[in-house]
Structure formats: structure tokens, C-alpha cells
């Protein structure tokens, strides 16, 4: 099977770790991942971080939950999966004709599915 849609991320865990969610349908498991990257100014030659970016992740598979459980709050990892969209409906207020009027629109939310999930090494600046 090829998987054309593949996302890789590596990053640090936040503090508050894995969620595990259990349901009469099924288990997943919820975290976050904080990703910064960083670049060396030619003049100074000083490593610069840039802003951190949050990523919303969840994992069905049972082998990557029980890795994920067995990983400290904080890990460094780095995460393969793809990007999925759900939607879902939002209302909203708007003004026609002098009138307030309320409309339904759907809009789209990404959320990352992980399938593997391995400890990442801290990179080594030069």
C-alpha cells in the first residue's frame, strides 16, 4: 500500500504528556507536539530560534499507544503519520439587508494521525 500523504514532525512532548481516551468503540491517544526551528545569521553567526508551533496529534494504532505511554512527558520524538480533515459545522452571524442573520457554514479542522512514533536524538549545532 503506498501512503502518498505522509507528515513528519520532530519535537518535544508537552509537559502534560499522553491522554489516553477510552470509549465503549474504541482507544486513542492525544498529545501535543511543540516544534521549533532554528537558523544561524550569516553576520553574527549565532544560532536563532524561530516562533514554536503546536501540533494536536492522535494515535488508534494499540502498538503506537503503548509506546507513546511508555515515552516521559517532555520526550524529544519524532512522529511519521498524515494529515486528516474533519468537518464540522459552524454558525455564525452575519448582517443581510439590515438584518442579523445567522448561518450554518462547515468548516475544516487538521489533525495529524501518528503511526510510528521513535525517540528523536537532540540535533548538534555546528
Given at each position: 500500500m503506498?501512503?502518498?500523504?505522509?507528515i513528519e514532525l520532530?519535537?518535544?512532548m508537552?509537559?502534560?504528556?499522553?491522554?489516553?481516551?477510552?470509549?465503549?468503540e474504541s482507544t486513542f491517544a492525544v498529545l501535543s507536539l511543540a516544534t521549533t526551528d532554528s537558523y544561524k545569521e550569516e553576520e553574527s553567526g549565532e544560532w536563532k530560534n524561530k516562533d514554536t508551533l503546536w501540533h494536536d496529534l492522535i494515535a488508534f494504532s494499540?502498538?503506537?499507544?503503548?509506546?507513546l505511554k511508555g515515552?516521559?512527558?517532555?520526550?524529544?520524538?519524532?512522529?511519521?503519520?498524515?494529515?486528516s480533515y474533519r468537518t464540522f459545522p459552524v454558525e455564525i452571524?452575519?448582517?443581510?439587508?439590515?438584518?442579523?442573520?445567522?448561518?450554518?457554514?462547515?468548516?475544516?479542522?487538521?489533525?495529524?494521525?501518528?503511526?510510528?512514533?521513535?525517540?528523536?536524538?537532540?540535533?548538534?549545532?555546528?
Open positions: 503506498a501512503i502518498n500523504n505522509t520532530i519535537g518535544n508537552n509537559k502534560n504528556g499522553v491522554r489516553i481516551i477510552e470509549s465503549e494499540p502498538s503506537v499507544i503503548e509506546i515515552l516521559n512527558s517532555k520526550a524529544r520524538v519524532k512522529i511519521t503519520g498524515t494529515l452571524d452575519l448582517e443581510e439587508n439590515g438584518k442579523s442573520v445567522t448561518k450554518v457554514i462547515n468548516k475544516k479542522e487538521a489533525s495529524i494521525i501518528v503511526r510510528r512514533v521513535e525517540q528523536a536524538p537532540l540535533p548538534k549545532k555546528k
